[in-house]
């Protein structure tokens, strides 16, 4: 049992270490020296407190929107329309959070418009799917390119500010902000419904039927069809929660971080979402430290940018950090298979 | 150049790309990285043309880099037998940045590299690459209907199982399958950037790959219908630019942008009524 897991531990760092040097390598590819970059990206995500706050501020949507991702691949939905959801999330918190509502009321208002915002519009991909059987990975793929103009028309139409000078919208009320934790810092307090949202699918999806059912139907819709489940309303469900979900991350980031909406409005958070998630393993608590990670290279990589590192090196270094999680889990599989070969445990 | 000449001179890269997902399907492999491999197609296209001279060695640059990223995609799914969604959208993060990284290098040691000359047009202002995706259209659904080629692909992604007891090799059947659509997607690529365009742009397939996928579901797997498909799509896209153009739009204009993938997923939910995928689509367990 011991040397099992020194052997799995073992097959991590030694693909850590290929990861690592692939990205060494193509930073030199990048023209740069791979410790100076490494330096820079470090005092990018944790130099200075600015850069602390930053790297957390960046860590929020992540985490939210890799929750999304977890609960909809745990059910092998493919919903790589986070990002979409994310997008109508914060256009509906950005109406919402212009209306005239009272004191904390004003949040809640908010954010739950963001959540309806993201259902919505993951619940076109689960109606085909469920009447025309049209795959998940297909359609709300494209329901990201409809969103992304759904927004561009909306900060140049209905939510253009009210002087209609730039393709953005008014700013929200004050109210419906989500307070700041340090004065002076950009960090929120989405930070904490990021965090308390991860220990609450950590518990739904570990101890309760949802989350048995859900662990059914992952591993096998047939199976489970045949065990009885209710499995297309456990998919529908699923599907509208993590839309609701990727939308609630729009709706933090606009209360939390912008305040109002522009054009474009995601760094593509939907999308690097999938990354943490499959780094975490598709565990709501293990995405907490994969979304950290994440949120580190993209504030670091901000940093980086001035060490003369083009942003997108950071897309290499999540393509290199993916591929290797894949080989490190094929390895293993491999090696504790053969071990266990040759003596039965 | 007319419109009709416009409109599948813009269809040729969705629909190459449609080509090569429609074979990788086929066959069982889910290719979720047209995306990614047109884009690296379309980079290798411009850079080997800009340092050759020659279009034709731009093209053939750009076939060989998208089959190397389709031999990764082939290592990780086939080999280790990785699920096909994760696998693709790693190769497209990786080409993304891959492509992000090598041409800003390379355009700083060599400040013209990324302008290409574009392909010579060849018939009523068609180019080569453009005339091979109407060619296509007809040799395709023979390979694929007609053929013993076409029968061993079909029951690679139907029923792996008889394919072994006949004597092929199912793995054999994929691997090449998903190399050539590797080629397809670099040509893809290709009649992008030195097609339509002359140079490379990041992120420049602007979602092509994905709308190829779409398209593929669209047209049930066949080629004819994924062509008109593809023709359709891209006849909306000539029709929202001239719209544009002529600033006559009754649509705010990125409603008209949006209208392209509205129809599409529209037409996936009405296409898929009679038909289904390759049974055997996305199975990573039979080999």
């Known amino acids: 049992m011991m040397q099992r897991a020194a052997l799995s531990a073992g097959i991590s760092i030694a693909w850590m270490f290929i990861a690592l040097a692939t990205c060494a390598i193509v930073v030199m590819i990048a023209g740069a020296a791979p410790l100076s970059v490494a330096q820079a990206l470090i005092h990018g995500a944790t130099g200075t407190q600015y850069n602390i706050s930053n790297t957390f501020v960046q860590t929020i949507p992540l985490l939210i929107t890799a929750l999304a991702v977890v609960i909809a691949f745990r059910a092998e939905m493919f919903n790589i329309g986070v ?20 004191g904390p009321l004003a949040i809640i208002v908010t954010l739950v418009a963001s959540m309806l915002g993201g259902a919505l519009w993951s619940l076109i991909p689960a109606l085909m799917l469920h009447f025309r059987g049209v795959q998940i990975v297909l359609s709300s793929l494209i329901m990201n390119f409809i969103a992304v103009q759904v927004v561009a028309w909306m900060v140049r139409g209905p939510l253009q500010e009210a002087i209609r000078e730039y393709p953005q919208s008014d700013p929200i009320r004050a109210g419906a902000e989500l307070p700041k934790i340090i004065q002076g810092l950009q960090l929120h307090t989405g930070i904490w419904i990021a965090v308390v949202l991860a220990i609450f699918f950590d518990v739904l999806l570990r101890r309760t039927t949802y989350g048995q059912y859900l662990k059914a139907v992952g591993s096998g819709i047939r199976a489970s069809k045949t065990m009885g489940l209710p499995v297309s309303r456990i ?66 990589s901000s940093a980086a940018q001035s060490a003369g590192i083009p942003v997108v090196v950071l897309q290499v270094i999540q393509a290199v950090i993916l591929f290797s999680i894949l080989g490190a889990r094929y390895t293993a599989q491999r090696i504790l298979r053969s071990d266990s070969a040759g003596a039965p445990a | 150049m007319s419109v009709i000449t416009d409109i599948i001179t813009y269809a040729a890269p969705v629909g190459l790309a449609c080509y090569g997902g429609l074979i990788s399907e086929k066959v069982g492999i889910v290719q979720i ?52 969604v994760i696998v693709g959208t790693a190769l497209n993060f ?71 007891a006949a004597g092929y090799s199912v793995f054999a059947y994929r691997f090449f399958a998903s190399l050539a659509c590797g080629a397809f997607c670099g040509i893809a690529g290709a009649a992008l950037s030195i097609g339509i365009s002359n140079n490379f742009t990041d992120n420049m397939t602007a979602s092509r790959g994905f709308v190829a996928l779409a398209l593929i579901v669209v047209g049930r797997w066949s080629p004819i219908w994924t062509a008109i498909g593809t023709l359709g799509f891209a006849s909306l896209d000539v029709l929202q630019a001239s719209l544009q153009a002529a600033g006559k739009s009754w649509l705010p204009y990125p409603i008209l942008l949006a209208l392209p993938y509205i129809l599409t997923l529209v037409a996936l939910g009405t296409a898929r009524a009679s038909v289904r995928p390759p049974k055997y689509l996305g199975i990573t367990t039979e080999n």
């Open chain 2, 94 to 164: 990786l080409a993304i940045g891959i492509t992000g990284v090598l041409s800003r290098t390379l355009q700083k040691s060599h400040p013209t590299i990324l302008k290409a000359q574009s392909l010579p047009p060849l018939l009523a202002g068609m180019n080569a690459l453009t005339m091979l995706f109407i060619i296509l259209i007809p040799v395709l659904w023979w390979v694929l209907h007609r053929t013993r080629l076409g029968v061993g692909i079909a029951a690679t992604g139907e029923l792996p199982k008889a394919v072994t």
């Open chain 1, 83 to 102: 990002e979409g959801q994310f997008l109508l999330g914060a256009v509906l918190a950005c109406w919402a959070g212009q209306l005239a509502v009272p």
């Open chain 2, 33 to 84: 990285s047209l995306e990614g491999m047109m884009l690296i197609g379309a980079l290798a296209a411009v850079v080997a043309t800009s340092v050759t001279g020659s279009p034709f060695v731009g093209v053939i640059a750009a076939m060989v880099c998208a089959m190397l990223a389709a031999a990764l995609h082939n290592i990780f799914t086939l080999v280790m037998r990785s699920d096909h």
């Open chain 1, 235 to 300: 998919l529908f469900t699923t599907v509208l929660l993590s839309g609701a979900l990727g939308g609630l991350a729009g709706g933090v980031q606009i209360a939390g971080v912008t305040h109002f909406l522009a054009d474009p409005y995601s760094k593509g958070y939907g999308y690097t979402a999938i990354a943490v998630a499959l780094l975490a393993r598709l565990s709501p608590l293990g995405a907490i430290p994969a979304a950290l990670l994440f949120g580190a290279l993209t504030s670091g």
